[in-house]
């Protein structure tokens, strides 16, 4: 089967454009290629990646600017039609304000920004982004100062009723606890999809782990299994 | 005529900054105050009449101001 076509959002002040790109092209060694956000075109992709960064500078919320751009238009559409999106870190919260994803993402807790290493548990791992991840807790770095996420009783209601939580923090042996939440999401959130399992929203840096020489590989599970999901 | 737009984190929604700001005024001694709320002021200037004046600052509010998910917002008219 042909390579995989993963078409990159890029705003001004993306900034994690070239890991998703290097970590698609050259480890995972299908197709990526970059969308300006004033493009209107996302040229036929199989799944498209809204990458970290500070979109706009993220002046006056974090993903509030990004959502009115072209290229967001259009990925609306192709969401609708069940295209796969991934927000990833300042994705994830562009995904929220443009209202594919329920909730929002919050300062942390304790004001600070976190760059670390941090488990996750996957609850979910019926999706076309979590069908080939372990039984086993998986290592992925975080790095950002808004990821504590926050929904209303409601929709929190709503996201469990659906098994629409993905990804918790959780310690080493995938236990999850206030000790192993790093930035006091709403019961360890650290990872969400919509209803339909088409568009995920997750905090932590699955490309970013994806190689051998940078002490971990447990990243590589996630973009396998949307390989996975289209090839079989 | 100045607009002047107030958008608040909803109760219920975490406010870590305002708990950093209380702790620093507990800390100066000013343990009288309490349950501090950090928001944001954003004001503009236009020439629309004060009804529709309100009427688009809401509009705007509502589309990029604030994110209504968490923050409520109230729109005033100053001068």
Redesign the interface.
Known sequence: MARLKFGIIVFPGSNCDYDAYHAIKNVLQEDAYFIWHNEKNLNNPDCIVIPGGFSYGDY??CG??AK?SPAMEEILNFAEKGGLVIGICNGFQIL??AGLL???L??????HFICKEVYLKTENKNLAFTNRIPDRAIKIPIAHAEG?Y???HETLKELKENNQIVFRYCNENGEVSDNSNPN?SIENIAGIVNKRGNVLGMMPHPERAMEEVLGNTDGIYFFKSIVAHFKG | MKVQVIVRLKHGVLDPQGKAVEKSAKKMGFNEFSNFRIGKIIEFETQLPEKDAIEKAKKLANKLLANTVIESFEVKIKE
């Open positions: 006056l919320r509030a600017t009115f929220t304000e329920p909730g929002a919050l300062r942390n807790r304790d004001l504590n926050f929904c209303d006091g």
